[in-house]
C-alpha cells in the first residue's frame, strides 16, 4: 500500500526522491520520510503531518547534503503501529548502518520480534518492517554481502514486500526485492532507480524493468544486476511507458479526480480503440484463451474488491444476457476462503485498477490451482495480475492519481462488456447483427459520458442544497443497483458521510426502517424494465418524509415528477447505462466533498493500490 523509491549514482539524489514521493502520495500519506547516504554516514529524515508529509519533508530537508549520491524514501500507508514520526520509514538496525523502506506486510513479524528482543535488538518503532532491517543486521554480522544478507533474511520472512535497502558497507549499492508487492527498477547513464510505482520515476527514464516475485536487484550507479532468491542470474523483460510525466499531473484542473472524471470519454474511447476488425470480429490479442478454451466455458466468476466489485456486478447483467451462462461476482477477500467450487471450464475474472491488488491477487492465484482459465482485466501494463494470469484485458484509461475511482471504472464496465461479447461471439448465443448493434452502442458511450460531464453545475446546485444533510441511502434496481453501490462508496470515500446502497426491492426487509425526515435517498430511475418498481419504491421513501434525488433519462418528466431534486442523464441502453448514470453520483460526491473543505484526492484512511490483506 505504501511507495518506495531509490536512486543511485546522481548528485540530486535528494531531488529525485522527494519528487517521486510527491507522485506516490496515492499510494499513502500518513508520513514520509528519506535516508541519504555515502561514504560519511547515513542521514534520515522522516516527517508524520497526514495528507502534508511529503510537502512537509520537502520543506525541512533544504539543510540535507545534496551532493549525497544515493538514497530511499518511502511514503506510508498505516498498517502495524499508528501514524508518527517514530512508525516512519525509513527504518535502521542497531547500528545505523542498514537503512529500508518497505511496501506490504510481514506476517511472522511478531515471532520474529520476540527473537530478536530476545537476542539483545532494541526495536525503536511498532512496525512489522523494522525486523527486516535487524534481520539483516545479524547477517551482515557473518560476514555476507548485503545482498546475500537480504537473500538469507528474505527466506525467513512470510507476507508481501517490496523494500529498498541501503548500508553503510557499501553506500553506492542499493537492493531491492520483491514478493507479491509491486516493483519497477531502471538505469540511465550513470544512475539507476527503483519505485512502487511508474509516475515515480517519469521523469528520469521510460524504460523500465518490473520484478518479479522472490527476485533480488543490486542497483549500482549506471548498472542492475537481477537474481532470483537462489541466486540465478535473470534479465526481466523490459518494460517501455509510452505516456509522460503530463499525463500524471492535473492539467490544468483544480484536482485529479476533476481531471479524470473529464478523462472518461477519452478512456472509453482508449479501452475500444483497435478491437474490432474489418469484418466486425473483436480481437482482443492479449487474452491467449483459444476459441475453443472460451466455447468451453461453463461458468464464470468474476473476483474484485470496492469499484473494481461495482463494475463487475455491472457484467454480470451484460454476461448472463449475452453469454447465456452463469455468473457470479465475489469480493475477492472472500472468495479464496470459501472453498469455490471450480474446474478446467470455468472461467475466473479479476478486475484491478492497478492490477496489484493483493486480495484479487490471491484470488486468481487459487482459481488457477483449482484449475480454472483466469483472465484479469487491469488499467496498469505487466502488473502482478497481468503476469500470472492465462490472459489480459487492459483499459487504456491512463494513470489514475486520485484515490476513489472514476475513469477506471467506467472503463473496466467497458472493457468486461468487450469480453462478454467477444465469448458471445465465439459461443454463437448472439447473431452478428446483434453484435453489431452491441458495439455500436458501446462506441456511442463516450459522447454520452461527455453530455453527462457537462452538466456539473447541475449537479453543484443540488449539492449545495443538500450540504447540510448527514445520512444517504443509494437505491437502484437492475444495473442500476450497482450504480447505486457505486454512488454511495464514492460519497462514503471522499466526503466521510454515511451512506449506504440498496436495491430498491430490499427497502422492505429492513432500511425502510431508519428512513425518516433528514434523510437523503438517491435513486438510479433512468430506463429499463425497472423503473416502475423503482419509482413506488422512491414513493414509499417519500411518504416516510426523505428528501428524494433522481437520476433520470433526458425527457423522461413522469419520473423527474417523483423527485425533490432530479440528475438528468442521456438515455443508453440498459446494460450500459451505469457508465454514464455513474457520472452524475460522481459529482455529487464531488460537491458534497469540497463543500466539506475536503481533499477529494487523497481521502484519510484510504490509498490508491491495496497490497495488504
Same mark, same amino acid.
Given at each position: 500500500?505504501?511507495?518506495?523509491?531509490?536512486?543511485?549514482?546522481?548528485?540530486?539524489?535528494?531531488?529525485?526522491?522527494?519528487?517521486?514521493?510527491?507522485?506516490?502520495?496515492?499510494?499513502?500519506?500518513?508520513?514520509?520520510?528519506?535516508? $541519504?547516504?555515502?561514504?560519511?554516514?547515513?542521514?534520515?529524515?522522516?516527517?508524520?503531518?497526514?495528507?502534508?508529509?511529503?510537502?512537509?519533508?520537502?520543506?525541512?530537508?533544504?539543510?540535507?547534503?545534496?551532493?549525497?549520491?544515493?538514497?530511499?524514501?518511502?511514503?506510508?500507508?498505516?498498517?502495524?503501529?499508528?501514524?508518527?514520526?517514530?512508525?516512519?520509514? &525509513?527504518?535502521?538496525?542497531?547500528?545505523?548502518?542498514?537503512?529500508?523502506?518497505?511496501?506490504?506486510?510481514?506476517?511472522?513479524?511478531?515471532?520474529?520480534?520476540?527473537?530478536?528482543?530476545?537476542?539483545?535488538?532494541?526495536?525503536?518503532?511498532?512496525?512489522?518492517?523494522?525486523?527486516?532491517?535487524?534481520?539483516?543486521?545479524?547477517? $551482515?554480522?557473518?560476514?555476507?554481502?548485503?545482498?546475500?544478507?537480504?537473500?538469507?533474511?528474505?527466506?525467513?520472512?512470510?507476507?508481501?514486500?517490496?523494500?529498498?535497502?541501503?548500508?553503510?558497507?557499501?553506500?553506492?549499492?542499493?537492493?531491492?526485492?520483491?514478493?507479491?508487492?509491486?516493483?519497477?527498477?531502471?538505469?540511465?547513464?550513470?544512475?539507476?532507480?527503483?519505485?512502487?510505482?511508474?509516475?515515480?520515476?517519469?521523469?528520469?527514464?521510460?524504460?523500465?524493468?518490473?520484478?518479479?516475485?522472490?527476485?533480488?536487484?543490486?542497483?549500482?550507479?549506471?548498472?542492475?544486476?537481477?537474481?532470483?532468491?537462489?541466486?540465478?542470474?535473470?534479465? &526481466?523483460?523490459?518494460?517501455?511507458?509510452?505516456?509522460?510525466?503530463?499525463?500524471?499531473?492535473?492539467?490544468?484542473?483544480?484536482?485529479?479526480?476533476?481531471?479524470?472524471?473529464?478523462?472518461? &470519454?477519452?478512456?472509453?474511447?482508449?479501452?475500444?480503440?483497435?478491437?474490432?476488425?474489418?469484418?466486425?470480429?473483436?480481437?482482443?490479442?492479449? $487474452?491467449?484463451?483459444?476459441?475453443?478454451?472460451?466455447?468451453?466455458?461453463?461458468?464464470?466468476?468474476?473476483?474484485?474488491?470496492?469499484?473494481?466489485?461495482?463494475?463487475? $456486478?455491472?457484467?454480470?447483467?451484460?454476461?448472463?444476457?449475452?453469454?447465456?451462462?452463469?455468473?457470479?461476482?465475489?469480493?475477492?477477500?472472500?472468495?479464496?476462503?470459501?472453498?469455490?467450487?471450480?474446474?478446467?471450464?470455468?472461467?475466473?475474472?479479476?478486475?484491478?485498477?492497478?492490477?496489484?491488488?493483493?486480495?484479487?491477487?490471491?484470488?486468481?492465484?487459487?482459481?488457477?490451482?483449482?484449475?480454472?482459465?483466469?483472465?484479469?482485466?487491469?488499467?496498469?501494463?505487466?502488473?502482478?495480475?497481468?503476469?500470472?494470469?492465462?490472459?489480459?484485458?487492459?483499459?487504456?484509461?491512463?494513470?489514475?492519481?486520485?484515490?476513489?475511482?472514476?475513469?477506471?471504472?467506467?472503463?473496466?464496465?467497458?472493457?468486461?462488456?468487450?469480453?462478454?461479447?467477444?465469448?458471445?461471439?465465439?459461443?454463437?448465443?448472439?447473431?452478428?447483427?446483434?453484435?453489431?448493434?452491441?458495439?455500436?452502442?458501446?462506441?456511442?458511450?463516450?459522447?454520452?459520458?461527455?453530455?453527462?460531464?457537462?452538466?456539473?453545475?447541475?449537479?453543484?446546485?443540488?449539492?449545495?442544497?443538500?450540504?447540510?444533510?448527514?445520512?444517504?441511502?443509494?437505491?437502484?434496481?437492475?444495473?442500476?443497483?450497482?450504480?447505486?453501490?457505486?454512488?454511495?462508496?464514492?460519497?462514503?470515500?471522499?466526503?466521510?458521510?454515511?451512506?449506504?446502497?440498496?436495491?430498491?426491492?430490499?427497502?422492505?426487509?429492513?432500511?425502510?426502517?431508519?428512513?425518516?425526515?433528514?434523510?437523503?435517498?438517491?435513486?438510479?430511475?433512468?430506463?429499463?424494465?425497472?423503473?416502475? #418498481?423503482?419509482?413506488?419504491?422512491?414513493?414509499?421513501? #417519500?411518504?416516510?418524509?426523505?428528501?428524494?434525488?433522481?437520476?433520470?433519462?433526458?425527457?423522461?418528466?413522469?419520473?423527474?415528477?417523483?423527485?425533490?431534486?432530479?440528475?438528468?442523464?442521456?438515455?443508453?441502453?440498459?446494460?450500459?447505462?451505469?457508465?454514464?448514470?455513474?457520472?452524475?453520483?460522481?459529482?455529487?460526491?464531488?460537491?458534497?466533498?469540497?463543500?466539506?473543505?475536503?481533499?477529494?484526492?487523497?481521502?484519510?484512511?484510504?490509498?490508491?493500490?491495496?497490497?495488504?490483506?
Amino acid at each position: 500500500m505504501c511507495g518506495i523509491i531509490g536512486v543511485t549514482g546522481s548528485a540530486d539524489a535528494l531531488d529525485i526522491l522527494l519528487d517521486g514521493l510527491e507522485r506516490l502520495e496515492y499510494r499513502g500519506y500518513d508520513s514520509a520520510g528519506v535516508v $541519504l547516504i555515502d561514504d560519511e554516514g547515513i542521514s534520515r529524515v522522516r516527517i508524520a503531518d497526514g495528507t502534508h508529509s511529503v510537502a512537509t519533508l520537502r520543506k525541512v530537508t533544504p539543510e540535507a547534503d545534496h551532493g549525497q549520491p544515493a538514497g530511499i524514501g518511502h511514503t506510508r500507508w498505516a498498517t502495524h503501529g499508528h501514524p508518527s514520526e517514530r512508525n516512519a520509514h &525509513p527504518h535502521l538496525d542497531c547500528s545505523g548502518h542498514v537503512a529500508l523502506v518497505h511496501n506490504g506486510i510481514i506476517e511472522n513479524h511478531a515471532e520474529i520480534a520476540a527473537e530478536l528482543v530476545a537476542a539483545g535488538h532494541t526495536l525503536a518503532s511498532d512496525t512489522d518492517t523494522e525486523v527486516l532491517a535487524h534481520l539483516i543486521e545479524d547477517a $551482515l554480522k557473518t560476514g555476507l554481502s548485503l545482498t546475500e544478507a537480504v537473500r538469507r533474511v528474505l527466506r525467513d520472512v512470510r507476507g508481501a514486500f517490496a523494500l529498498g535497502v541501503v548500508s553503510m558497507d557499501d553506500p553506492e549499492l542499493i537492493v531491492a526485492a520483491r514478493r507479491v508487492s509491486p516493483l519497477i527498477i531502471g538505469a540511465l547513464g550513470g544512475q539507476s532507480f527503483l519505485a512502487s510505482d511508474i509516475p515515480a520515476l517519469l521523469e528520469r527514464t521510460r524504460d523500465l524493468m518490473v520484478l518479479d516475485d522472490d527476485q533480488i536487484a543490486e542497483l549500482r550507479p549506471g548498472s542492475i544486476v537481477v537474481t532470483t532468491i537462489d541466486g540465478v542470474v535473470v534479465t &526481466p523483460p523490459p518494460l517501455h511507458v509510452t505516456w509522460d510525466v503530463e499525463a500524471a499531473q492535473m492539467g490544468g484542473f483544480d484536482d485529479f479526480m476533476t481531471k479524470e472524471i473529464h478523462e472518461q &470519454p477519452q478512456a472509453i474511447a482508449d479501452t475500444l480503440r483497435g478491437r474490432v476488425d474489418a469484418d466486425g470480429r473483436i480481437v482482443l490479442d492479449q $487474452l491467449d484463451l483459444s476459441d475453443d478454451d472460451l466455447r468451453a466455458i461453463t461458468q464464470v466468476s468474476v473476483v474484485a474488491c470496492g469499484s473494481s466489485f461495482h463494475a463487475g $456486478l455491472v457484467a454480470k447483467y451484460a454476461f448472463e444476457r449475452w453469454m447465456r451462462l452463469p455468473v457470479e461476482v465475489d469480493i475477492a477477500s472472500e472468495f479464496r476462503y470459501r472453498d469455490p467450487v471450480l474446474h478446467e471450464n470455468a472461467l475466473v475474472v479479476g478486475v484491478s485498477q492497478s492490477g496489484e491488488t493483493v486480495d484479487t491477487l490471491q484470488a486468481m492465484r487459487k482459481a488457477r490451482e483449482s484449475g480454472a482459465k483466469v483472465i484479469v482485466v487491469s488499467n496498469v501494463v505487466d502488473s502482478s495480475m497481468a503476469r500470472e494470469a492465462h490472459g489480459v484485458l487492459y483499459t487504456h484509461a491512463g494513470p489514475e492519481v486520485g484515490v476513489a475511482a472514476t475513469k477506471t471504472v467506467v472503463a473496466q464496465i467497458v472493457a468486461l462488456e468487450l469480453l462478454g461479447l467477444r465469448i458471445a461471439q465465439v459461443r454463437g448465443t448472439l447473431s452478428a447483427d446483434e453484435i453489431a448493434t452491441e458495439l455500436a452502442a458501446l462506441g456511442s458511450m463516450g459522447a454520452i459520458v461527455a453530455e453527462a460531464i457537462a452538466r456539473d453545475d447541475a449537479v453543484a446546485r443540488v449539492a449545495a442544497e443538500l450540504a447540510d444533510a448527514r445520512e444517504f441511502f443509494f437505491l437502484g434496481r437492475g444495473t442500476g443497483y450497482p450504480t447505486a453501490l457505486e454512488g454511495a462508496l464514492k460519497l462514503k470515500e471522499i466526503s466521510y458521510l454515511h451512506a449506504e446502497g440498496y436495491p430498491g426491492g430490499e427497502l422492505k426487509h429492513g432500511p425502510l426502517a431508519v428512513i425518516e425526515p433528514g434523510c437523503v435517498v438517491v435513486a438510479v430511475a433512468t430506463g429499463g424494465p425497472l423503473k416502475e #418498481k423503482m419509482l413506488s419504491n422512491v414513493a414509499e421513501v #417519500k411518504s416516510r418524509g426523505a428528501t428524494v434525488v433522481l437520476v433520470v433519462d433526458d425527457g423522461d418528466a413522469l419520473a423527474a415528477a417523483s423527485g425533490d431534486y432530479v440528475l438528468r442523464v442521456p438515455a443508453a441502453p440498459v446494460l450500459m447505462a451505469p457508465i454514464k448514470d455513474v457520472v452524475p453520483l460522481q459529482q455529487f460526491a464531488y460537491h458534497l466533498a469540497r463543500a466539506r473543505g475536503l481533499d477529494v484526492d487523497r481521502p484519510r484512511n484510504l490509498a490508491k493500490t491495496v497490497t495488504v490483506e
